[in-house]
């Protein structure tokens, strides 16, 4: 939280937090990270697993009125004050996580952390030579530093090839832009995994809250 504070992530009341160690009653204000509320205990937080389908929006709201990732969870739920965990752009599906605590969305995307997302992609033709070690030394896609991925399981379809990647760090539209660095064009792209959680068979659409297991394997995780 210290470096959250340094960045001037966190706020109070929304007003940004200038010093450390500041105390609060959180019973009477309002601390934000990112814009996403820190809950008082576990016992208020709620998490999330929502399976994206291709064309809604990972936000929110949207000023255009295009369905939202919030538009899947049922009403009751929405009062929490839920919020994306990261995002998945407009053609890309998959697993979304949604929260109403900053500090674990937080530690689940910030890079210093390193949890993994897991992503299934196809593609177009074949995968060119030599590609897995060029996405492991880093791909330059106009960021400061290079972009990084491990490509695992290869697996040739029908006009094209199926694999796996993993990322420790999420930028815009970063897996499109590695293989456009390549010429190669991705026909479908969907995240399956946020550290330990798991889209499963879980239909596009529908959102399902995180089971006891789950949390407890999260948070596990998340206290090493």
Do not use: W
């Amino acid at each position: 939280m210290e470096a959250a504070i340094r960045d001037g992530r966190v706020r109070i009341d929304g007003a940004v937090v200038q010093a450390m160690g500041m105390q609060v009653d959180p019973a009477t204000v309002q601390v934000t990270l990112d814009g996403v509320p820190v809950v008082r205990s576990t016992a208020d937080r709620v998490v999330m697993v929502v399976h994206k389908p291709v064309g809604v929006v990972t936000t929110a709201s949207d000023p255009e009125g295009r369905e939202t990732v919030l538009d899947l969870v049922p009403s009751h739920l929405r009062a929490t004050r839920l919020y994306p965990v990261g995002r998945l752009d407009l053609m890309s599906e998959g697993l979304v996580l949604l929260t109403n605590d900053g500090d674990l969305a937080n530690q689940l995307m910030h890079p210093s952390f390193g949890h993994e997302r897991e992503y299934e992609v196809e593609i177009r033709g074949d995968l060119p030579r030599g590609l897995p070690q060029r996405f492991s030394r880093g791909v330059a896609i106009g960021d400061p530093r290079p972009a990084r991925a491990q490509v695992r399981a290869i697996t040739p379809t029908p006009g094209g090839t199926s694999l796996r990647l993993i990322l420790r760090e999420g930028r815009n539209r970063q897996i499109r832009r590695m293989f456009e660095s390549y010429g190669v064009a991705i026909r479908r792209l969907r995240r399956i995994r946020v550290a330990t959680v798991c889209l499963g068979d879980l239909p596009a659409g529908s959102a399902r809250v995180l089971s006891a297991a789950e949390r407890t394997e999260l948070a596990r995780l998340l206290n090493n």
